[in-house]
C-alpha cells in the first residue's frame, strides 16, 4: 500500500536472513502487475 508510511527495511532484512542460510531473494515484476519475490533457501538433507 504506498498510502502507508515505512522504513522500507523489510526486503533488506528477508535478504539477510536469506543469506545467513546460505540462500537469496531475487525480486521482479510480476507478469500481472506488482512484485514477484522468490526466496532460494538450500534443502536440509537430514529433514525426514
Known sequence: NQNRKG????LAVAR???RS???D???GRSEL???KAAIR???DRRAP
Open 7 to 10: 522504513m522500507g527495511l523489510g
Open 16 to 18: 539477510d536472513v536469506a
Open 21 to 23: 542460510h546460505g540462500g
Open 25 to 27: 531473494i531475487a525480486l
Open 33 to 35: 502487475g506488482g512484485l
Open 41 to 43: 533457501l538450500p534443502a
